[in-house]
């Protein structure tokens, strides 16, 4: 069975930083590009960062440009966010996804495989 599961979310303070992880098992990954995504409650899941299999090619959402760092392992079959420099308004669940052959990095409904989400709190 595959699966993604996220970890290293948690309630920090503006200014702070968080590094999410992102680890998948149950198949191997090659050529498989692997995003971010965030929603908040009443609101709609949007991209966040995504990079493809060979780590040469990565895109951010204007909102995070310069703040969060999106990086992969592939021998652990593991993807990580760091994110600094945190704000309130970052306060949301993070899934991790992956996906093959995609039209777009931003595309969650096309990717193939998709965490569950952990939770990042940025008090003010």
């Known amino acids: 069975q595959v699966q993604l599961v996220e970890s290293g979310g948690g309630l920090v303070q503006a200014g702070d930083s968080l590094r999410l992880s992102c680890a998948a098992s149950g198949r191997t990954f090659s050529n498989y590009a692997m995003a971010w995504f965030r929603q908040t409650p009443g609101k709609e899941r949007e991209f966040v960062a995504g990079i493809s299999w060979s780590g040469t090619s990565t895109h951010y959402a204007d909102s995070v440009k310069g703040r969060f760092t999106i990086s992969q392992h592939n021998a652990k079959n593991a993807w990580y966010l760091q994110m600094n420099s945190l704000k309130p308004e970052d306060t949301a669940v993070y899934f991790c996804?992956?996906?093959?052959?995609?039209?777009?990095?931003?595309?969650?409904?096309?990717?193939?495989?998709r965490g569950k989400g952990t939770l990042v709190t940025v008090s003010s």
């Open positions: 996804a992956a996906g093959r052959g995609l039209r777009t990095i931003e595309d969650w409904d096309g990717m193939d495989y």
